[in-house]
């Protein structure tokens, strides 16, 4: 992306579009690596395949971005980051690093064991690891810099080599300090570890391997701090691109206005006597509450309905947003109807873990088809927990027939129109997306909801931040299209 360019007004609001600044910088390390800091996988997108990319090219790439499908992905997708790389399994390039990586080690400890003992190798292990660290601090923290090329100084590490004075546990120690100072909170516990390792061979191994995961916080962390211009900037660049595209596109979009038509409110008589055609819908709040509730439809999508075409790059996104739904209304529905017996309702923690183990149980579902097999094996988990649970309170097991009551009703979520407590619990998640969608304050969970808060969260932020972005990019031109139907 242009340098230059300033984050767009449309952007502003779209969520998970600012970095947090309170996340300690952090990065990672490998000795053997000469790729200017380690190389790493940027995940594929529908429109572009996975690509290897060094630190450097990490921070062009933020800086530059010329993909669409790629500034797109970054800018909606919270849980999009690159990725540790390995060469493919039985290749060529796995066999000559592995084989590398292992004979390095191997000369160390020779060289180290020998008398006296020879430092060749640990000098370029410790010239390697100064290296990581220009990588790991990025020029950001200059005192630490100039501390580590200090301690690590090539001449003066040799001269205590020739000499014979060389304390190699002394500068691994240094090492691991600047690393528990450096690493992301998530890998504390790993650098910590590294303390209890006597072996001084193991010791720097670990060392290594820890630092090849600190460089790939750090270039996430590059990826995350960067997603504040890149919202800004594709925004501006996908307005750009459509804009082209229609130069050249004129049968118009069928399916988008087919969507939004049958999310617009039929007129009342009133509404027409009170109403000119001129002044019946206008680029105001009113077609923007026409849109999202179009926006709505996506999550409980038809098949039968074409998907619109300003959601083309979002439709597998949006698909799985709508199999998550399903879960945890699903979820949802299950718990309540368990629920309903004084057994469980009574015991907090029984309900607690019951309510984890059905969304394992449902975590792979994500069509209504999937989801009739799935709710045996909850069923059938249910009825276990329940029985145990009765044993405990010396109560006598259900009987048959309120067994088969309590089995047909979590047999009957599999089907939204023989379920009423599907259908209430589907109402409620609903209604709480749609004030996500309309609020910029926390949304308390619905009833019934408390024990999947976390995961109804989630899917909150993840629809808004879809649909936010998507009304940056195209909102003049859905108003166009609504105005043009309620005057048609």
């Given at each position: 992306m242009p340098s230059d360019s300033i984050p767009s007004s449309e952007a502003k609001d779209i969520p998970g579009s600012s970095a947090s600044g309170s996340e300690r910088m952090r990065t990672e390390s490998e000795s053997s690596d000469k790729s200017g800091g380690g190389r790493f996988v940027l995940p594929g997108t529908p429109n572009s395949p996975a690509r290897i990319l060094t630190l450097d090219e990490i921070q062009s790439m933020v800086k530059n971005i010329k993909n669409m499908a790629l500034a797109h992905e970054i800018a909606v997708n919270t849980d999009f980051k690159l990725e540790p790389y390995e060469p493919p399994q039985n290749s060529i390039e796995k066999v000559i690093k592995d084989t590398m990586h292992k004979a390095f080690f191997d000369i160390l400890r020779t060289q180290l064991e020998s008398?006296?003992?020879?430092?060749?190798?640990?000098?370029?292990?410790?010239?390697?690891?100064?290296?990581?660290?220009?990588?790991?601090?990025?020029?950001?923290?200059?005192?630490?810099?100039?501390?580590?090329?200090?301690?690590?100084?090539?001449?003066?590490?040799?001269?205590?080599?020739?000499?014979?004075?060389?304390?190699?546990?002394?500068?691994?120690?240094?090492?691991?300090?600047?690393?528990?100072?450096?690493?992301?909170?998530?890998?504390?516990?790993?650098?910590?570890?590294?303390?209890?390792?006597?072996?001084?061979?193991?010791?720097?191994?670990?060392?290594?391997?820890?630092?090849?995961?600190?460089?790939?916080?750090?270039?996430?962390?590059?990826?995350?701090?960067?997603?504040?211009?890149?919202?800004?900037?594709?925004?501006?660049y996908e307005k750009e691109k459509f804009k082209e595209y229609l130069e050249y596109y004129k049968d118009g979009f069928p399916h988008t206005e087919q969507w939004l038509k049958r999310n617009m409110p039929q007129n009342t008589d009133d509404e027409t006597a009170t109403t000119s055609s001129a002044t019946a819908i206008t680029p105001d709040k009113k077609v923007k509450d026409i849109i999202f509730n179009a926006y709505m439809e996506l999550l409980s999508w038809d098949p039968i309905n074409e998907f619109p075409e300003f959601f083309a790059m979002d439709r597998d996104r949006l698909f799985a947003l709508r199999g998550r739904a399903l879960r945890i209304c699903v979820c949802?529905?299950?718990?309540?109807?368990?629920?309903?017996?004084?057994?469980?309702?009574?015991?907090?923690?029984?309900k607690k873990n019951l309510a984890k183990e059905i969304e394992i149980l449902l975590q792979n579902v994500n069509t209504e088809k999937e989801l009739e097999d799935a709710l045996q094996s909850v069923w059938l988990q249910i009825k276990s927990v329940l029985s145990k649970r009765l044993h405990e309170l010396n109560q006598k097991p259900l009987d048959e027939e309120a067994e088969n009551s309590l089995k047909a009703h979590i047999m009957k979520i599999s089907n939204v129109d023989e379920s009423p407590v599907r259908k209430l619990m589907w109402k409620r998640l609903f209604t709480y997306i749609q004030l996500v969608l309309r609020s910029n304050v926390s949304i308390p969970p619905p009833p019934g909801f408390q024990d999947f808060t976390e995961e109804l969260e989630g899917l909150g932020q993840a629809f808004r931040r879809v649909t936010y972005y998507n009304y940056a990019v195209y909102n003049e031109y859905y108003n166009d299209i609504v105005n043009k139907l309620s005057n048609s």
């Open positions: 008398e006296p003992p020879i430092y060749d190798h640990a000098l370029v292990l410790l010239n390697d690891i100064k290296e990581a660290f220009q990588s790991i601090f990025l020029e950001n923290n200059k005192k630490a810099l100039d501390k580590i090329n200090e301690m690590l100084d090539a001449d003066l590490i040799r001269q205590q080599a020739e000499q014979g004075v060389l304390d190699f546990k002394l500068y691994a120690d240094f090492v691991i300090h600047v690393m528990s100072l450096a690493c992301a909170p998530i890998r504390d516990e790993a650098v910590s570890k590294l303390k209890e390792i006597d072996d001084i061979v193991d010791l720097f191994r670990g060392i290594l391997e820890t630092l090849e995961l600190m460089k790939l916080d750090m270039a996430n962390c590059i990826l995350n701090a960067a997603r504040n211009d890149v919202i800004a900037n594709s925004v501006k949802a529905s299950s718990l309540a109807i368990v629920s309903g017996l004084p057994a469980i309702a009574q015991a907090a923690e029984v």
